[in-house]
């Protein structure tokens, strides 16, 4: 089974600052199949990015997805108040299929 | 749109079994994989049981293989999950997840429901 970290545990960011979310694999995640998805608090999660770098529909460019193999990176350009969430990856390379903890957002 | 609406969660015994069930609306339910993904309270995302379009294909977390089994009606447009067995640690929020393919679990959950809570407790 792979085993995804995700570091920070939880990054205090103002809005209008950048935020560099990272996700590291046990082993090598086949064909990049890699998502980040945003939690808000009492909402299902919402799918980002795909595929390491593919946005979504209706995900706006502010986000960006990157990486391959083991380490991959999710960038969020210009932070706004909506933004300030918990963050998911998952790889989907491999079944059983795993999440990482999570990376929680915060406000500074 | 594509809707996901789960229900069958509620309060069980350990040791007892529950029947999650998931209808999918607004897409062609046969032509993608599903996913089943759980949440303790508090916690974070768990992947817990995939399957395939055609329902041929079925994956599970080692967390619960051998106590879950996931199935799906394509007729009826509906996913399950049976949890047999149940322990204190499969309380949780319950989604389901259309994903991107057809075959394998689907790959990345692109829809989901809102979820239909199991709290397992004496």
């Known amino acids: 089974e792979i085993v995804l970290t995700q570091s920070p545990g939880t990054l205090s960011l103002s809005p209008g600052d950048r935020a560099t979310l990272s996700c590291r694999a046990s082993q090598s995640v086949d064909n990049n199949y890699l998502a980040w998805y945003q939690q808000e608090p009492g909402q299902a999660p919402r799918l980002l990015i795909y595929?390491?770098?593919n946005r979504a529909s209706d995900i706006p460019d502010r986000f960006t997805g990157s990486g391959s193999g083991t380490d991959f990176t999710l960038t969020i350009n210009r932070l706004e108040p909506a933004d300030f969430a918990v963050y998911y990856c998952?790889?989907?390379?491999?079944?059983?299929?795993?999440f990482g903890q999570g990376t929680k957002l915060e406000i500074k | 749109e594509v809707q996901l609406l789960e229900s069958g969660g509620g309060l069980i015994k350990p040791g007892g079994s529950l029947r999650l069930s998931c209808v999918g609306s607004g897409y062609t339910f046969d032509n993608y994989g599903m996913s089943w993904v759980r949440q303790a309270p508090g916690k974070g995302l768990e992947w817990v049981a995939g399957i395939s379009g055609s329902g041929d294909s079925t994956y599970y977390a080692a967390s619960v293989k051998g106590r879950f089994v996931t199935s799906r009606d394509n007729s009826k447009n509906t996913l399950y999950l049976q949890m047999n067995n149940l322990r204190v640690e499969d309380t949780a929020l319950y989604y389901c997840g259309k994903g991107r393919f057809y075959g394998s679990s689907g790959g990345e959950v692109r829809a989901w429901g809102q979820g239909t809570l199991v709290t397992v407790s004496s």
């Open positions: 998952q790889q989907f390379g491999t079944t059983p299929y795993s």
């Open positions: 595929s390491a770098s």
